[in-house]
Each structure stands twice: as C-alpha cells, then as structure tokens.
C-alpha cells in the first residue's frame, strides 16, 4: 500500500507533508498542485520545493522554494531550470531523482548528504512526491528538505546515503 512508507520517514516535518499528500490524492494515484493546501503545511513551507516537469523538453523548471530552501542553494527557485540552480554531479543526481519520479511515478525518501553552496555539505532527509494534473501521469514534483547538520567541510563528511523508492500503484 502507498501509504506505508510514511512508516520509512524520520523527520516530523517530512512526515506531515507526506501525509497532506495522500489526504489531497482524493482516491487518485497522485494529487494536483491544486489539491496542496499551504495552510496545513504551513510549518513546513520553509523547507518545501517544487519544480513542473516540461515533458516535451525533459527539463524540470522551479515552481517555489521555501526561505530556508533558498538560503540553501543561494538562489531562487521561481523560473529558473533546475540546470540553473544545480551543476555538474548535483545536477545529474537530483534530475535523475526527478525524472524517476515523475516517469514511474514513484514517491522518493533519502537520507545522507545535502550539497550547499561553496565547499559544505551536510546531513538530512528529502522527500519528493509526484504531483498530477489528471491525477495519471506525473507533471511535477512536490519535495522537502530538512538539514539539521550542515556547515561540514566536504572533506570531514562521513559520507553516507540511504534511497528508499516507493511505486505508486
């Protein structure tokens, strides 16, 4: 059952907007970006991000992105392809990561390292959830990220990442 990796998820934060996300499905597969109500995830809006995929181009574009989000990565999320926000391995990882869960769909979970600008890196948990405008195929992605470690040095990081994909059915 899709609602069983909830279960998997370890942040609070990341918890509640998972379980938004099933209540906005309304018996589909995948909720529209219509279907999430910002007031009851408003706690988690900070750490929030979304992208629209553009099929036509393979190219995903940021809808929005929290404040703490965008402190993160340094720039703003709104417009902008995901190649302006993230290069080279980042940019291969993340897409990669996307473009599975829009093209299966499935609901992603992983916990390891989080890239930030210039030379750090830190330690928290993402989650990115399809999003659908006719609730079958998959046109964006909703995801959050919670950092509580970050200011490691790349060269100090005690590097581990853990990928728990779930398919929706």
């Known amino acids: 059952m899709t609602e069983d990796f909830v279960q998997t998820v370890g942040s609070p934060d990341l918890k509640s907007l998972a379980e938004h996300w099933i209540r906005a499905?309304?018996?589909?597969?995948?909720?529209a970006w219509s279907h999430i109500?910002?007031?009851?995830?408003?706690?988690?809006l900070p750490i929030v991000w979304s992208y629209d995929y553009r099929r036509d181009s393979d190219t995903f574009v940021g809808r929005l992105a929290g404040n703490r989000i965008e402190t993160l990565v340094g720039k703003s999320f709104r417009g902008?392809?995901?190649?302006?926000l993230f290069v080279d391995q980042e940019l291969e990882?993340?897409?990669q990561i996307c473009r599975r869960?829009?093209?299966v769909?499935?609901?992603h979970y992983g916990v390891g390292t989080i890239a930030t600008p210039g030379n750090t890196q830190g330690i928290g948990e993402r989650l990115i959830l399809p999003l659908s405008t006719d609730g079958i195929f998959a046109d964006a992605v909703i995801g959050a990220?919670?950092?509580?470690?970050v200011g490691l040095r790349k060269a100090h990081l005690d590097f581990y990442e853990r990928d728990y994909w779930f398919t929706l059915k």
């Open 25 to 31: 499905r309304q018996q589909k597969l995948m909720p």
């Open 37 to 44: 109500d910002p007031r009851e995830i408003a706690k988690q």
């Open 80 to 84: 902008a392809e995901m190649s302006e």
């Open 93 to 95: 990882w993340i897409g």
């Open 101 to 103: 869960v829009v093209g």
């Open 105 to 107: 769909p499935a609901i």
């Open 145 to 149: 990220t919670v950092y509580p470690q």
